[in-house]
């Protein structure tokens, strides 16, 4: 059973950049597909980024692409999200996923078993 822990969710202003990390424990994140969703108020969870499980391949959605970057530390057991140029609609709840061994990563949740209890992302305008 793995437990993932999100933090570095903070207020920040918008254009300014944050990092968001991902701890693993009871399990390893190696060879599993790894992402990042987001919940903002009144809105369903969407997809935000994905790490297949070599880390070879990544993904992003249109509205954070060129502005987000999905990385994992497989020594530290744990994964990030650089958030960078920050927009009010970038406001959410950020959750991390895990997917089970050597699947493929992909956009839909009910492909990720594990998740974290989310960090609040506050961008002010």
């Known amino acids: 059973q793995v437990q993932l822990v999100e933090s570095g969710g903070r207020l920040v202003q918008a254009g300014g950049s944050l990092r968001l990390s991902c701890a693993a424990s009871?399990?390893?994140?190696?060879?599993?597909?790894m992402a990042w969703f987001r919940q903002a108020p009144g809105k369903e969870r969407e997809f935000v980024a994905l790490?297949?499980?070599?880390?070879?391949?990544?993904y992003y959605a249109d509205s954070v692409k060129a502005r987000f970057t999905i990385s994992r530390d497989n020594a530290k057991n744990m994964m990030f999200l650089q958030m960078d140029s920050l927009k009010a609609e970038d406001t959410a709840v950020y959750y991390c996923?895990?997917?089970?061994?050597?699947?493929?990563?992909?956009?839909?949740?009910?492909?990720?078993?594990?998740w974290g209890q989310g960090t609040q992302v506050t961008v002010s305008s």
């Open positions: 996923a895990a997917g089970l061994f050597l699947r493929a990563a992909t956009m839909a949740e009910g492909d990720y078993r594990y």
């Open positions: 009871g399990g390893t994140v190696i060879n599993r597909p």
């Open positions: 790490m297949s499980w070599s880390g070879e391949t990544t």
